[in-house]
Each structure stands twice: as structure tokens, then as C-alpha cells.
């Protein structure tokens, strides 16, 4: 079989401006059009009703606030801006939302928007990889099936690190194809590829490593010139990796620990112990001291461990099948005909070389998340959307140059015939949601593969007619999973895209999850624990999804709102979704009410804060001036619901888990002593007083301690329905 022969250079063109709108000169004249359109329709999706997700994950917004007042907040990613703890992550990701609120303000645009732009310069920087190889078409074709997989156009319009992640790591292949190009300048492509990997690790650490050995192998074996020089290039990229990580890395652990915030997520306040324990070798075999889940490693279940089965299917079980598997088969079976039609080509051929990078990339990445035992939710996957996007795109179009052939078109037949399958079962999830369309579908790809059949022997036009119902076949199903998601807010640490329903553990406003994985407690918890066996505030009773509590225990904020086998706080939901949340101002979105989740008490406190009311807004902004901090609280997302709400310091205490030893008893009662702290916030009315609300979640830290220090020696009020322990007045005997 033939392969793809090298592009023609670019011809001159007159001007910068003319190139902009007209393209190279060899292309077509709908080549750049078709290009900038894409963008800017990318945009204006990504763009489209943003502002209802508010605060997003409040956790990383309150240190983007914090950012936006302090630059030593900004420098370490503190979660507040007297820099008390940081953020379980580097602060790369929190950058560009940090400067964005110190020029424009706090507001849920200034923190999406530079989301929003990390998107549409993921597809630009895919179309450029794409196409420079395999033309325009095929780039056009990977950076939509990028732009339309539901899990992109849910992170891309969220403030999690994974934007940031996924941008670099796209951009680092880039470099990598430019680098295996020719000789002459691969070094500089590496070089640049190093630092596009450095950052990345400065955005969500090891993750960004994860394709780093597929793609120095493919180099070394694949590129032009010697073995020695290939070698001392990699080095070379190796270097500039070093450099762009590891000068802030040698900062924060060089500077004293008297005179920075705690490195939150860490034992031992550091950042080269958070990198390989709980971000590192943790996530891999499960044991990761102070997660939600506890340390010592994968809990039960067959084949899995707290945070859901492990295994080949993964990727495509009903949790995260939607999020990200529309074209998984496809980018497989494409990736396997790409590799099969360059087999027998030049070892420097940049066909083969392109798949083996973009294949290295995909398999090592989907291995990782297939298997690992530790912490895994389902957005993760967004990191695999531009790798598989370009096996498609770039597939596709050496399928279709070699279509003559019965094989090759045989093989985009059975393509569009599993991807349309495939669609339909994914579809078929959610029964009830848009019935019609997984059989339209169906249809239209069993149509579309027996054209593409036939493609080598029918008139070329309608060839491309069956290639193009094929594509649409393909994409109609994660278009209306992007269209559902988009058209939704998204709130709190657990997010999924796609309709209501369409991941398991089901959705809260705007697709929040309830718990950690997969919406259910761990495997082997009882009734009324939380994960790690520690038993839910106020005492034994909960009921809790999946199971009866004992009697009397509560979660917080009171009884009475029903949820599929347990109690509610705070008043009755509809099955399906989760609890509050910390939104802008205190005011939840529409169809869920002020009360939900108020005090931030049980699971959601630590996974999606607190809704904030203007009597507790008023109460921490009395005099709020004198004090280091106007409140301290456990766990990041609650302190953070309340730092959003005033945009003053809130102390987070125990970090994101609430289990972080920060601050100790000690170090506490001191702050308290020098008058740094206004208030503690406990949980809500019921949630068990005698450990101050939250002290049911005390981990390594001593949070019990702190919790039931307060509670014995301060004078307590309800506020809002959460409970405030004014650290300036002790009680009365």
C-alpha cells in the first residue's frame, strides 16, 4: 500500500494579513474560512451560557480571589490571601484566571473566560499538528470531534486544572511531530516541547508525564540523523523540561516553612511529598494518605477499589462511557489501519511516525486510567480527547486517500458502523432523553458504512456524500451530550457532562456529582460512615444512598428531603441530584433552594462547600478589617463558599480533605489567642455540636481537636443554618 507523500512547502505570500485570511497559497480557497469559522463557532459554544455554572468548583476560585489580592498567593496557589494553606495542585492552572480577576475583577466570566480561550487554543494548536502531515481536511476533521467531545466542552468552561493540562500536552505533541520532521531545527522543537511538558507538571504534576515515554521512544527510534544525536536532543528537551518545573519546585521547598502557606494535600508540608504521594504513586495504587477516601490502599470490589471498577472497559461503563468513549472505538481501529498502510514505510516516514505518537499517547494515557486504584473521576478523561481526536481525523483521511483498495475501505466501513453501534448504546443510557435520535443514528451510520464500502467502485461524489453522513453519524451523539452540557451549570468538585442521568450517581444542578465515585459510598463502608470509617456528623444515624443508618443520626441541616434509600439535608431533591454548593453571593441556582447543603455539613461540605446567606455574609464582614482571617472552617470548599462570598481570608483547616495538618491545636489556639480569627463555622444545627459540626471529619491534623476546643470554649449562634463560634467571646458557664 502507498502512503501519503510529504506536504509541499508553503509558497511566499504578500502579507502577514492576506495569509491570515487567506491561508497558503496551495489551499483551496474554503481551507482558511473553513478554519476560522470552527474557531469561532468553538467559542461561542464554549462561550454560551457560562455564567450559570457561577463559581465552578469554588475550591480553585477561592484561590484565583486570593491570587487576585496577594501576589505571594498567587505565586504559591494559596487557597486564601493570608496564604494559610495552598491548593492540593501547582498554581500554573491558577495563573491565567488570577491575572484575569486582578484586571477585571471576581466574577464567574473573569475565571471561565481564560478556560473557555484554553479550549478553543487546544483545537487551533490540534488543527496545526493535523494538518501540516495530512491537510486540511483531516485537521478540520480532529478539531471538531476535539471541540464536540462532552468531556471538552465541559472542562474547557470549568476551572480545574485539566484545561491548562490538556493544552500543553497538545502542544507538546506538536513539538515533538515538528521535531521528528527533519534534522535540521529538532532540537529547538524539543526544547520547546521540554518546556510545554514542565509546565504542564506545574499545572497537575505527574499527569503531564504520563506520555512522556511513547514519545521520546518514537523519537529516538524514528527520527532523522544519528543515534547519538537523537539522544543528546531528548536530552536536550529533557533539560528544558527540568528547568521550566523545577524552578518553582526548588523555591517552595527552599523557602522556610515559617514564612509560606502549608502545602495543602501533603503529610508533612511538602510539595515534593504531595508530587509523588498523594498525586503520584497514590493515584496509582490507591494509597493515598488523606483523601476523602482515606489512605492504606484500594478497598474492595471486585477488580476495583473506592473510586470504582478498574479494568479494559473502563472508559466505557456507564460512569464514563459518555464522557468520552463516542469515538474511542473509532480512534482504536483507525489507529491499528493507519499503522498497518505505513508499515512497510522509511523509518523517518512522518505518516507512521505521526500515529505512533498520537497511538503512544492514547494508549499509555487510557492504560493509566483504565487501571489506576487511587482517586479517578470521570473528567480526567478530557486529558485523552485531543489524542484521540487526531487518530480520527488523521485515520480518516489516510483511509480515504487509499479507498480504492477493499481493505482500506473496509475498514472505514466497519468504522462508522462500530462508532454508530456504538452511539446507539451509549444513547440508549439515557432512554428517556431525545428516544429518536440513537435510532437516527443507527441508520444513518448502517447507510453511511455501506456507501464507504463501495467507495472505491461508486462516483466520487457520492463517496464523499457517504463520508460525510458517516461523520455525522458520528458526531451527532456527542454534539447533543456538548449541547446538554453547555446548556447546564456546572458546580462543586465532581462534575460530568451530558444530559441529567447520563453518568452514574446521577447529577446535581448543572451535573454535580454526589460522592466520589461513582455516586456511592465505597465499597465495604456502613451505613452512616463516611469513607475510611469515620462515622458522619452527629452521630450514628444518616441514612446514606444505598443503605439504612442508624437511628437518630442526622445529616446536617435537618431532616426530611428524600433521596434514593436515604435522608436528605435540608429539605427534598429530586433523585438524581446532589447537595449545595458555593455559589456567587450566596445565591444558589435555579430550582434549588437557599437552604440545600447550608453549612457545607457532611459528604458535599468537602466536595461542594456551602451556600452562603446574607446574615452569615454580614456577620463575617463586621469589622472584618481586623482580623487576619474574618472565619476558620474544615475542609477548602466550605472555607472557600464563605472567602467568595466576602472576599476576605477564611481559614481552610485540614486543607481540601479536612485532613491535612494544618494548623495544629497548637498553632490554632495561638492564631486564636493573637486575635487573628473572628469565627469558627461549624456545621448546621445537627450536626453533632459537641465536635463543632465538622470535627466528625478530624483526620492526621487533629481537626476533632480544634473542632471540640471551640465548641467547649467559645460561645456559639446560628447563622443561616450554619453554626458560628465567635473566638473572641468565650462561653458563658
Not at 483531516?138 to 476551572?159: C, E, H, K, S
Request: with cysteine.
Amino acid at each position: 500500500m502507498t502512503t501519503l507523500s510529504t506536504a509541499v512547502p508553503a509558497a511566499p505570500h504578500p502579507g502577514r494579513a492576506a495569509r491570515l485570511w487567506r491561508g497558503r497559497a496551495e489551499d483551496a480557497p474554503w481551507v482558511r474560512p473553513a478554519f476560522l469559522g470552527l474557531l469561532a463557532a468553538t467559542a461561542l459554544l464554549y462561550l454560551w451560557n457560562l455564567s450559570a455554572s457561577g463559581y465552578a468548583n469554588s475550591f480553585y476560585s477561592a484561590a484565583v480571589q486570593a491570587g487576585g489580592e496577594s501576589w505571594k498567593a498567587f505565586f504559591f496557589g494559596s487557597l486564601d490571601a493570608a496564604n494559610a494553606i495552598t491548593v492540593d495542585k501547582p498554581p500554573a492552572a491558577l495563573w491565567p484566571m488570577a491575572l484575569s480577576v486582578r484586571l477585571f475583577g471576581l466574577g464567574s466570566w473573569q475565571i471561565l473566560v481564560p478556560e473557555v480561550l484554553m479550549g478553543v487554543g487546544t483545537v487551533a494548536v490540534l488543527y496545526a499538528a493535523v494538518r501540516r502531515r495530512f491537510g486540511a481536511g483531516a485537521g478540520l476533521i480532529a478539531a471538531a470531534v476535539l471541540a464536540l467531545t462532552p468531556v471538552a466542552a465541559l472542562m474547557f468552561r470549568f476551572n480545574n486544572p485539566d484545561a491548562l493540562l490538556a493544552l500543553l500536552m497538545t502542544v507538546a505533541v506538536y513539538c515533538v511531530l515538528r521535531a521528528l520532521e527533519q534534522e535540521r531545527g529538532a532540537a529547538k522543537w524539543l526544547v520547546w516541547a521540554g518546556v510545554a511538558f514542565g509546565f504542564a507538571f506545574l499545572a497537575k504534576t505527574l499527569q503531564a508525564f504520563l506520555i512522556l515515554p511513547p514519545l521520546a521512544l518514537v523519537y529516538l527510534v524514528c527520527a532523522p540523523g544519528g543515534f547519538a544525536r537523537r539522544l543528546g536532543r531528548l536530552g536536550l528537551g529533557g533539560l528544558a523540561m527540568l528547568v521550566s518545573a523545577g524552578w518553582w519546585v526548588a523555591l517552595v521547598e527552599l523557602w522556610p516553612a515559617s514564612s509560606r502557606p502549608y502545602v495543602g494535600g501533603s503529610q508533612n508540608n511538602s510539595f515534593l511529598e504531595l508530587t509523588f504521594g498523594y498525586n503520584g504513586l497514590g493515584r496509582i495504587n490507591g494509597d493515598e494518605t488523606g483523601s476523602v477516601g482515606g489512605g492504606g490502599g484500594p478497598g474492595g470490589g471486585a477488580g476495583g477499589g473506592r473510586w470504582g471498577e478498574t479494568g479494559i472497559v473502563r472508559m466505557f461503563n456507564d460512569s464514563v462511557g459518555g464522557q468520552i468513549s463516542w469515538l474511542l472505538p473509532a480512534a482504536l481501529i483507525l489507529l491499528v489501519a493507519g499503522l498497518v498502510v505505513t508499515w512497510r514505510a522509511p523509518r523517518t516516514d512522518t505518516a507512521r511516525s505521526a500515529f505512533l505518537v498520537w497511538g503512544g499517547a492514547l494508549l499509555m494515557t487510557l492504560a493509566v486510567f483504565s487501571f489506576m486504584a487511587g482517586i479517578f473521576h470521570e473528567y480526567y478523561t478530557v486529558a485523552l480527547a485531543p489524542y484521540l481526536a487526531a487518530l480520527v481525523g488523521i485515520g480518516a483521511a489516510v483511509l480515504w486517500e487509499e479507498r480504492t483498495r477493499w481493505l482500506a475501505s473496509a475498514a472505514l466501513a466497519v468504522t462508522v458502523a462500530v462508532t454508530a453501534w456504538w452511539a446507539w448504546t451509549l444513547l440508549g443510557r439515557t432512554p428517556d432523553w431525545l428516544p429518536w435520535l440513537r435510532w437516527a443514528v443507527l441508520v444513518a451510520g448502517a447507510a453511511a458504512a455501506l456507501g464507504l464500502l463501495l467507495a472505491g467502485r461508486i462516483d466520487r461524489r457520492l463517496g464523499l456524500a457517504a463520508a460525510g453522513l458517516g461523520l455525522t453519524a458520528g458526531l451527532a451523539g456527542p454534539f447533543a451530550y456538548t449541547l446538554a452540557t453547555v446548556d447546564a451549570g456546572h458546580q462543586g468538585s465532581i462534575v460530568t457532562a451530558g444530559p441529567a442521568g447520563g453518568a452514574m450517581g446521577g447529577r446535581g444542578p448543572g451535573g454535580g456529582r454526589l460522592f466520589e465515585g461513582a455516586g456511592m459510598m465505597p465499597p465495604g463502608a456502613q451505613a452512616g460512615q463516611m469513607p475510611g470509617g469515620g462515622q458522619m456528623p452527629g452521630g450514628q444515624g444518616g441514612q446514606m444512598p444505598g443503605g439504612q443508618g442508624g437511628q437518630g443520626g442526622q445529616m446536617p441541616g435537618g431532616q426530611g428531603g428524600q433521596m434514593p434509600g436515604g435522608q436528605m439535608p435540608g429539605g427534598q431533591m429530586p433523585a438524581g441530584q446532589g447537595q449545595g454548593r458555593g455559589f456567587p453571593g450566596g445565591t444558589p441556582p435555579q430550582g434549588m433552594t437557599q437552604g440545600e447543603g447550608r453549612g457545607g455539613g457532611g459528604m458535599g461540605g468537602l466536595l461542594n462547600g456551602a451556600s452562603v446567606g446574607t446574615e452569615a455574609k454580614a456577620a463575617l464582614l463586621a469589622d472584618a478589617d481586623a482580623y487576619t482571617w474574618v472565619a476558620a472552617t474544615v475542609g477548602a470548599q466550605n472555607a472557600a463558599s464563605y472567602q467568595l462570598a466576602t472576599e476576605k481570608p477564611v481559614m481552610a483547616i485540614g486543607g481540601f480533605n479536612g485532613s491535612d495538618p494544618s494548623p495544629t491545636l497548637a498553632q490554632f489556639k495561638e492564631y486564636v489567642a493573637e486575635g487573628k480569627i473572628h469565627y469558627f463555622i461549624g456545621g448546621g444545627e445537627s450536626a453533632g455540636e459537641g465536635e463543632g459540626g465538622r470535627g466528625g471529619f478530624g483526620g492526621p491534623g487533629g481537626n476533632s481537636e480544634i473542632s471540640t476546643w471551640v465548641s467547649e470554649t467559645f460561645e456559639k449562634v446560628t447563622v443561616d443554618g450554619a453554626t458560628f463560634y465567635d473566638l473572641t467571646r468565650s462561653a458563658t458557664n
